[in-house]
Each structure stands twice: as C-alpha cells, then as structure tokens.
C-alpha cells in the first residue's frame, strides 16, 4: 500500500467516493424528506433549498397524523416497539437453541447430522411465502396468530439458521485438543463447553447475532400476514402513510430515519467485529 | 503412582484400523517412550489412554481400574499436546492453574503450585501473559508445567519438543529425565526423535503401522532391533544394510564382503544359503591397520562436532556409512581397507525383514573364539 503512485491513489479515491455516494445517497435522500413538508418535497422540479421542519418527527412520536383534510391517529411508536421485542426476543431465542445446536453439529458426527443441518439451512432459501399459507392457517387454529410468542416463534426461520451455520464454522475453527485439553485437566463437558468453546467462539457469535437482528428487523412478510396491527414491527407499520388523503411523504421518510436508526447504529458500532468476524469463521487458520 | 496396562487396544477411523491388537505395561513411576514414525498412531493411542478418542476394542486399565467407561476429567492425567494446546484466551498462569482450579483448590495454594511448578521450568517471568505472547520454547513449557501442575501419576507426553528449536531441545532432553523422575508419575512420553527415545525411557515400544513391533530397553532396540525397519531408524548415521547369502565351513559361519570372509556369530548357523540383510552399525566398522580388511575407495567425508562421517564404496559399488570419534586419526581419501567388528553385526532374513537371532546353544562362535 506504501507504494501506491498518485495517480493510483486519486483513482482509489475517486471510486471510493462514487460507490460511497451511490449507496449513501438515498439515505441522504429520505433524511432531506423526513425534514420537509409534503408540499415542498413534491415540488417540480425537486429543490434542496427548503425551510426544514421537525413536524414529521413530531407527528410521529406524538401519533397524531395530520393532513390537510383530516386528523387520524398512528400508532408508529408502536410499531418501533414492537420491531424491537420482535428482534431482540426472536435473537436471544436463537442464540439459546443456535448455539449449543451449532455446537453439536460441528462436534459430534451422528448419522443424519448433516442432513438436519442442511435442512435448517433450506429454510433460508425457501421462499416464505412458501411456509406462509400453511401457517397461517394452522396458526389460526393453534391460536398463536397474532401473538408474540407465534411471530418469535416463525422468526425463528430467519434466525436459527443464520446463527447456526455461522456459529458451527466458528466451533469447527477452534481445534478439539483446546477442549480435550481442558477436559484432561478435570472440568467437566459443561464446563469445557462454557469456558472454552464459547469464548473462543464469542465473535462469530456476536457476529451471527448481529446479522440476525438486522435480518429479524428488515422482515416484512411474516408480520404483514401474521399480525394484525398492534403487534406489527416498523416495516409492517409504515403501511400506515398509505392514507385515502394521500401519501405522507414526509411522515414515511420520518418513519424510515427511525426505522433504519437503532440498526444503522448497530451496525456501525458493531462493524469492526462484524467484519473480523465473518473473515475469521471462512478462513481456517 | 498407578501402572498403567494397555491390552488388546484396536481404534478404527472408518475402515482404517489405526491402532492393531496394541498391548503394553508402565511399570509404576517407570517411563515409556512410544517411539514411531508420524502415522504410526502414536497420537491415537495417547488420545485413548486420556479419554478423547474412544478404541473399539481393548482395555486401559489405570493402577488396576478400568477406564472405558471414565469421562477424561476423572482419568487423573497431565498431559502435554505436541502442538500445545494452550489456550489463548487465557494467561499463561491461568492455562497452568486450569488442572488445579478444576480440584477446587484455595486461591493460594493454586497461587503456589502454578509458582512452583513455572519456577521450576523457567517461565515465571512471564505468568502474566497471553499464549501469543509467549515464544516457542516459553509455550511448549507452558504446556508442560500445565500437565505437571497438578502432580498427576500419569503423565502423557506428546512430543513435546518437536515444536521447538535444536538449542532449547538438547537442554530439555537434558533437563527432562530428572524433571519426571522428581514427579515421580508414571510418563509416557511420545517422539520421533530416536535420540530423545534413547536418552528419555526406561523402555522404549517402537509402534509401526498401528501394532507395537519391538518394546524393551533402549540397549535392546539399539542393539537387537527385532527387524530391519527398526534397526534403520535407531541410530545415526543410519545403519548400512548389505544383502548377503550366509557361508558355512570348517571355521563357522560367515558371509563374504568384497571377497572377504566377515565371521558371524555361530548360532546363525541356520541361516546359511538364505537370502539376507547384512546390517553394519557405522561405528562398529573402523579402518584396518593392516591390508587384510575389505578393500574400498572413499568417496566423501562429512566431519560433524563430535565424529566424523565417511562414506566409502567397495569393490562391488556397495557404499557403506562408517563413524569414527573426531580427531581420531585415519585416511581420508584414496583406496584402503576396512575391518568389521563381527559382534556388532546383525541379520536379518531379506524375505520377512525380521532379525535372525542367534541360537544360543549350538554351534562355535567364531566371532568369539
């Protein structure tokens, strides 16, 4: 890297600031429109010169929508609670079942491992819609639609899996003779397991639950068809600015700046860890 | 301090047998070196004998006790992995108080034994740090002083100097035999090193291919290897093979090199006419005084530290390895001739690759007369 040439360095740094502007921009963008009334936003053509406004904020917050034809009552903040008990209970959940699971799976060979493991994989691919009809209905009959416990219970489809193959890549990384030695040394499988494995596995772990949060927060499927309106997450919420009077521009991008917030700092925060992360469980050293 | 006796021991790994029919004992206190080359399932066993793999077949049995169905904490082993195993979470004094915090001991005495035992091996100056931290030869005697933290009576030693270099290997192959004799735990200590293997066991058992093929002191395996594998890998320069067919007439038995007669001891009487190896130790040849010797040409001389090597063609193109003392005086170039010290000589039959022990009553020995 030392011995870059000018030119070189320029070049790097021009692409670098043209992919940094593609993906910041629309970010950039809804940030300019949660400040903005929906008169000015809809101006033609579109201007940056505007009186910012907090009105959106506010109107979320407090709830109350108001246009210019009537007042109706939201219930985002709702939403935003919901998204969070929906992904931090639906991560904890996966990482209690995921983790000893991925354990299992990378240490012991039993006959059908594999396939077990694959099929919990498969659920990743599979459309969810797929999963969704059938569902619904027996959850209708079982009596876990709309409720809390059934929308964890089908995250789950997003979660468990994610954190189990990233998890078991971790376990298979840290070499048996750390636990065999610690276990020759007199601790017991539980306590191998405690003060050995997970530990060293407490990246990649913190890793895959990050993921699967972000994941968990972005669904929109499984809320949309599962819960009605007092217990869907921010991405169902948003719905909400579809309104017969119009749609609230500014109020949606308001939404979104929320939405994407607590993630987006997460992520941030975490990005580090999340990075050496994911190289450190691919790469076999 | 428990014998540990190991009967019948098979492992498989799918449909490799690793480990065939393996059966040894460790005396109580005593030091076994398992010596063989890598594949041999040296490693296996010792996973067996600690609880981490399980054999298919067989009994280890502990001070009496059998250990199949008893989960490796409750094995009451120290041992020492060829590649450390440290754990790199943790500091070097924790990774050495990790046997004595699993007793449940009082704070200070775990404090103590972990000073105790990093004194004694040379790392009590860097207790505090973490395994990466830690140089080769610092980790290989943390992991050393992990296994012997808790004075357990048997101890499993992996090739533990394999890892480190030629300097810190010789000083611990000094240091080694006294430190296990003061732990006073029954060892069993794995290496591919043939000089380690003579210099650390009270026996040795050369495993090969999954089965033990020679177990005795290392006087035994050096100086009647039960066959020609074992005999090539024991000893430095190796040992010079020749094939030759055994004679016999009215003075003994003897097989001819270069026309020469080289007596043999007289119990080998039943090996005349079959075909055979002729194994020649380096040092047990020397250069004759006299003209009588087998006659060669030296090719190249190679002087080491402490002897000197020289490699030498007969007549018929065999090369032949010969070692000699350094500073001993002796021809370095050009035709000569060379004397073999007859008592040293081994046999071995070419078909089965296995020594021809001389039978002890019959015959006149030559070589002795």
Not at chain 1, 4 to 31: D, Q
Not at chain 2, 279 to 287: A, D, H, K, Q, V
Request: include cysteine; aromatic fraction near 8%; charge should be negative.
């Amino acid at each position: 890297m030392d011995h870059m040439s000018l030119t070189e360095k320029w070049l790097r740094g021009i692409a670098l600031t043209l992919v940094v502007l593609f993906f910041m921009f629309p970010i950039f963008w809804i940030v300019l429109m949660s400040l903005q009334t929906n008169e000015t936003i809809l101006r033609s053509p579109p201007s940056m010169v505007f009186e910012p406004t907090l009105k959106n904020y506010v109107a979320i917050i407090t709830g109350k929508l108001d246009s210019h034809v009537a007042s109706m009552d939201i219930a985002f903040m709702r939403n935003l609670w919901n998204s969070i008990l929906l992904s931090v209970c639906s991560v904890a959940v996966a990482l209690l079942l995921g983790v000893p699971a991925a354990y299992a799976f990378a240490r012991h060979k039993f006959r059908g491992s594999e396939d077990i493991a694959f099929t919990l994989l498969s659920f990743r691919f599979a459309p969810p819609l797929l999963v969704l009809l059938p569902l619904t209905i027996y959850f209708q009959d079982i009596g876990l639609a709309n409720t809390y416990f059934g929308l964890i219970w089908v995250y789950q489809l997003i979660c468990l899996p994610l954190i189990l193959w990233i998890v078991r890549g971790y376990f298979e990384d840290i070499s048996p003779d750390l636990e065999n030695a610690y276990r020759i040394a007199g601790h017991s499988w539980l306590s191998t397991f405690r003060r050995i494995a997970l530990p060293l596995a407490g990246p990649g772990i913190a890793a895959a639950g990050l993921l699967a949060f972000i994941f968990a927060w972005n669904n929109f499927i499984f809320a949309l068809v599962l819960a009605s309106a007092d217990k869907q997450p921010v991405t169902v919420g948003a719905l909400a600015f579809v309104t017969a009077s119009g749609i609230q521009y500014g109020q949606i991008a308001a939404a979104v700046v929320l939405s994407i917030a607590p993630t987006l700092a997460l992520a941030l925060y975490a990005q580090r860890y999340l990075v050496e992360g994911l190289s450190l469980g691919a790469v076999k050293g | 301090m428990p014998e540990l006796r190991i009967e019948n021991l098979t492992k498989r790994f799918k449909s490799e047998t690793v480990l065939d029919d393996v059966g040894f004992t460790v005396e109580e206190g005593r030091t076994l070196v398992l010596f063989g080359p890598s594949g041999s399932g040296k490693t296996v066993l010792l996973r067996c004998i600690a609880g981490a793999e399980e054999p298919e077949d067989g009994h280890i049995l502990i001070g009496g006790h059998e250990m199949r169905e008893v989960p490796p904490e409750h094995r009451g082993i120290g041992m020492a992995f060829q590649n450390f195993a440290l754990f790199p979470h943790m500091t070097a004094f924790d990774n050495i108080a990790s046997p004595l915090a699993a007793r449940k001991l009082p704070r200070d005495r775990i404090r103590e034994d972990v000073e105790r035992v990093a004194k004694l091996l040379k790392i009590d100056h860097v207790l505090s740090h973490a395994p990466r931290a830690l140089s080769n030869g610092q980790k290989q005697r943390t992991a050393l002083a992990r296994a012997l933290a808790a004075a357990p009576s048997l101890l499993l030693l992996d090739d533990p100097l394999r890892n480190v270099d030629a300097k810190l290997r010789f000083e611990m192959r000094l240091e080694l035999p006294r430190l296990l004799a003061d732990q006073g735990a029954t060892v069993i200590y794995v290496t591919q090193d043939y000089k380690e293997a003579m210099a650390l066991g009270d026996r040795i058992a050369v495993l090969s291919a999954g089965q033990i093929t020679q177990a005795g002191t290392p006087e035994d395996i050096y100086r009647r290897p039960a066959s020609i594998e074992i005999a090539r890998l024991f000893g430095d320069p190796t040992i010079n093979l020749l094939d030759v067919v055994p004679e016999k007439d009215g003075g003994g038995v003897f097989v001819r090199l270069s026309g020469q007669r080289v007596p043999l001891d007289g119990g080998l009487e039943a090996a005349v006419g079959k075909d055979c190896v002729l194994g020649l130790r380096p040092e047990s040849l020397r250069f004759a005084e006299s003209q009588d010797g087998i006659p060669v040409t030296i090719e190249a001389e190679t002087p080491f530290n402490e002897k000197t090597v020289t490699l030498v063609v007969t007549e018929r193109g065999r090369e032949i390895l010969i070692s000699r003392p350094a500073g001993t005086e002796a021809p370095s170039e050009g035709k000569t001739s060379i004397e073999v010290e007859s008592s040293e000589a081994l046999l071995f039959d070419r078909a089965t690759q296995s020594r021809i022990v001389p039978d002890q009553g019959g015959g006149t020995s030559e070589a002795a007369a």
